[in-house]
C-alpha cells in the first residue's frame, strides 16, 4: 500500500512569490492535515481538511491556504513568501475525521525562502 | 494555551544502555497523548496513543507510560537504529476540533 506522497520534496523561493505544495493521501483516508516544521521549533498544526471542506486552521495568517480535490489530494498554498516560512512542510492523511491519533505523515515538502 | 516539553532536547547512549525520555504536558482536558519517532529527512511515524493516567504501552524495546502531567518513553537496551528524534503530542477534549500540540521532540543517539 502506498503511503502518504508529497511533491516537490525541495522547494526555493525568493521573499514575496508564492509557493504550491501538493499532497496526496494513502487510498481511502478522507482527511489530511498540514503541519509546518520550521527548524528547532516542533510541528505546528496549519490546515486539516476531510471530505473537501476545511475543518480547522491553527495560528497562521491568511496567506497560507490550500483546499482538497474530490479524490481527497491535497494543495497548500503560501503567499508573499517571507523568510521565516522557511520549513519542512509535512502533510498527513488519516481515516476518517476522528482518526487524528493514527495520522500516516508524508516525507514533507523541504520550503527555502531566499 | 496546551504546551508540550520534552527533556532532554538530545541524548546520546551507548547500545545496551536503557534510559528514558520525558514528555511534561499541560491540556485543559487530555484526549490522547501520542508518541511519533521521526528519522532524518523523513515524516514522522506513530508509535503509540495513551488515554489515561496510569496507562502503559509496549513495542519491542520501547514503552509509553502516561501520568496525568507527564508521559515516559523507556527504551530497554536500544540499538544503533533506535537513533532518531522521538516526538511528543497531546490532543485537547476542548474545542471540538481535538488539534494537537506537538513538543519539540528528544534527539537520540545510540552509539555501537
Known amino acids: 500500500e502506498a503511503g502518504v506522497t508529497q511533491s516537490p520534496t525541495h522547494l526555493i523561493k525568493t521573499r514575496g512569490q508564492q509557493a504550491t505544495l501538493r499532497c496526496s493521501p494513502i487510498s481511502g483516508h478522507t482527511s489530511v492535515y498540514w503541519y509546518q516544521q520550521a527548524l528547532g521549533l516542533g510541528l505546528q498544526f496549519l490546515l486539516w481538511?476531510?471530505?473537501?471542506?476545511?475543518?480547522n486552521r491553527g495560528n497562521f495568517p491568511p496567506r497560507f491556504s490550500g483546499r482538497q480535490f474530490p479524490n481527497y489530494s491535497s494543495e497548500l498554498n503560501v503567499n508573499a513568501l517571507e523568510l521565516e516560512d522557511s520549513a519542512l512542510y509535512l502533510c498527513a492523511s488519516s481515516l476518517g475525521a476522528v482518526k487524528w491519533e493514527t495520522q500516516y505523515f508524508g516525507p514533507g515538502t523541504r520550503l527555502l525562502v531566499l | 494555551e496546551d504546551q508540550v516539553t520534552q527533556s532532554p532536547e538530545a541524548l546520546r547512549l551507548q547500545e545496551g544502555e536503557s534510559s528514558s525520555l520525558n514528555c511534561s504536558y499541560t491540556?485543559?482536558?487530555?484526549?490522547?497523548l501520542f508518541w511519533y519517532r521521526q528519522d532524518p529527512g523523513k515524516g514522522p511515524e506513530f508509535l503509540f496513543t495513551l488515554y489515561s493516567a496510569g496507562e502503559e504501552k509496549e513495542k519491542e524495546r520501547l514503552k509509553a507510560t502516561l501520568t496525568k502531567k507527564e508521559s515516559f518513553l523507556h527504551i530497554t537496551a536500544p540499538k544503533p537504529e533506535d537513533s532518531a528524534t522521538y516526538l511528543c503530542a497531546v490532543q485537547p477534549t476542548s474545542g471540538g476540533s481535538y488539534i494537537p500540540t506537538f513538543g519539540r521532540g528528544t534527539s537520540l543517539i545510540v552509539h555501537p
Open positions: 491540556v485543559s482536558g487530555l484526549r490522547g
Open positions: 481538511y476531510d471530505e473537501g471542506e476545511e475543518r
